[in-house]
């Protein structure tokens, strides 16, 4: 660190900052501490971009929207340097033209928030000269268009022009728009679960602790879930999702599809390998809920070990509970209801349970802070939900989610944003299957006996789960599944059989091929 002398504090951390790694600076930091050294070390990313001093002010103004509109600190635009960091600078420019580009809001984004300040440096042969500095601020209330009615976003170190569809959309996510309190146009009350509706109200009434004698068509009013006119209560989208029988008559996509595949990849086409496929629609998305939960307790294994200290067996599900009822909930919750055609997606793998949710993170939200930030992209539809005891509303389900994966000795939680027409939130849990060698399917346990499982290999352990789940095995299953030679494997399960942990079975009309019996098939001894 430079030598500091006699100054004052801010001078200290002035210096300070100035050491600081330049991949760690602030957007903030690198607009205060800004010099042209400083400048051309920084290299193009999600906080600065670099243009040549012959930029037109229209495209400056492009850059300035795609800030806006980029969270969640918006970022800088540097004006009169190149991309591999050659000074040009702006005084050749002239005045008027340097005028232009600091006032660039005025004609071209006027919704947007800035400032700008001249860097100055030296050219070799003396001349004084100045680069512009932007720092452009995100706007998190309200989509910033350009004069055009175009927006832009920030990918990486790319501006990409944001269609229509995602501009509604963000708008929606920005408040600025709200979807939940259009009409839904379906007819109150022979459209809508009355008895849900009862069910709600009277949460309300003992959350609220209130004597007042509110109906439940009040109660819908007050949580902003439609309006009433001329005594006739009018539904809006929120309440049509939370309440009505079929909230696929105004939303296409508001159902869940589960999927189960066959190993780690899910296959296209004539190899496209799913041995589930569930379509979850009956109803509103309590139900949808419900009924999802239902499908993944089925689907999902139980494992049982020896534990380490105690020497006693332990039985634990494939993935805790919590971690994916609390994802299921949150995609249900904060999905993009606007994209009307797209609905969520549970897909089970060998080693993962995936749930995807249309739209990309609401608001300020981003994987970095997801666990500490809470927007929620359906205010409306979130409240319903949290009277009916879905969500708790603190800011506590993803930590939850997060601790008691690590409870059971998983990886955390992924986030990602997937890219595509519209964005996708994918929340991932993995089970680590393949390092669960000390594992054994719980149905499996109870027929090999205690006494037994400490003598099994960790390939025998993996043939007795294969068989959990699928209900036989084959030698070439084995085979693949260990990288064992057909002849190990085979006599890997002839050695189970003789124990008296399988049995085998075969068809009436043998296929043999180079002395194999192909047809050969091994399930557990009941």
Not at 209 to 222: F, G, R, W
Request: hydrophobic share 35%; glycine share 6%.
């Amino acid at each position: 660190m430079s030598d500091y002398k006699q100054g004052s504090l801010f001078d200290l951390l002035e210096e300070l900052e100035k050491e600081k790694p330049k991949i760690l600076l602030t957007e903030d930091e690198i607009f205060e501490l800004a010099d042209v050294d400083l400048i051309k070390q920084i290299q193009e990313d999600r906080r600065i971009e670099r243009k040549p001093a012959s930029f037109q002010p229209q495209h400056v103004a492009d850059y300035i929207v795609m800030w806006s509109n980029t969270p969640p600190n918006g970022g800088l635009l540097v004006v009169g340097i190149q991309d591999d960091g050659t000074l040009e600078g702006l005084t050749s420019k002239g005045i008027k033209r340097v005028n232009k580009l600091e006032s660039v809001s005025l004609d071209f984004c006027p919704d947007s928030r800035y400032e700008s300040k001249r860097v100055a440096f030296t050219h070799e042969n003396g001349n004084q000269d100045f680069i512009l500095l932007f720092r452009c601020q995100y706007i998190g209330n309200k989509v910033v268009l350009n004069n055009k009615g175009e927006a832009f976003d920030r990918k990486g170190d790319n501006k990409r022009q944001l269609k229509a569809i995602e501009i509604r959309e963000l708008q929606i996510s920005k408040g600025e728009l709200s979807f939940e309190n259009e009409h839904c146009n379906l007819p109150y009350p022979h459209k809508f679960d009355l008895n849900l509706i009862q069910d709600y109200a009277d949460a309300f009434r003992k959350h609220r602790n209130t004597t007042l004698s509110y109906t439940n068509e009040d109660i819908l009013e007050i949580t902003r879930l439609g309006k009433i006119k001329n005594k006739r209560f009018i539904p809006n989208n929120a309440c049509a999702i939370v309440f009505a029988k079929d909230p696929r008559e105004i939303i296409s996509g508001c159902h869940i599809r589960f999927l189960r595949f066959e190993g780690e990849e899910e296959g296209t086409g004539d190899r496209w390998n799913a041995q589930k496929d569930i379509w979850i629609d009956a109803g509103s998305i309590p139900h949808q809920v419900k009924e999802a939960q239902q499908v993944i307790e089925s689907q999902l294994r139980s494992f049982t070990r020896l534990g380490k200290d105690d020497g006693k067996f332990h039985t634990a599900p494939e993935y805790p509970p919590y971690a994916w009822y609390e994802a299921l909930v949150n995609a249900c919750v904060h999905r993009s209801y606007g994209l009307r055609n797209m609905n969520i997606y549970i897909k089970m793998f060998d080693d993962r349970l995936e749930i995807e949710s249309p739209g990309g993170f609401p608001g300020v939200v981003n994987a970095e802070n997801i666990y500490t930030t809470h927007y929620p992209r359906n205010p409306h539809l979130f409240e319903a939900m949290y009277y009916l005891g879905f969500v708790k509303g603190v800011r506590e389900g993803t930590r939850r989610m997060k601790e008691s994966m690590e409870a059971m000795e998983l990886p955390p939680p992924e986030f990602v944003q997937m890219k595509g027409n519209h964005h996708t939130v994918v929340v991932r849990l993995r089970n680590e299957y393949k390092h669960r060698k000390v594992w054994l399917d719980s149905d499996a346990i109870t027929v090999v006996g205690e006494a037994l499982f400490t003598t099994l290999t960790q390939d025998e352990k993996r043939a007795i789960n294969f068989i959990a789940e699928h209900g036989e095995i084959s030698v070439s299953n084995l085979q693949r599944l260990t990288q064992r030679t057909w002849h190990s494997a085979r006599d890997l399960l002839k050695g189970l059989v003789d124990r008296g942990i399988l049995t085998s079975t075969h068809s009436k009309n043998k296929v043999k091929k180079l002395g194999r019996d192909t047809a050969a098939r091994y399930i557990l001894k009941r």
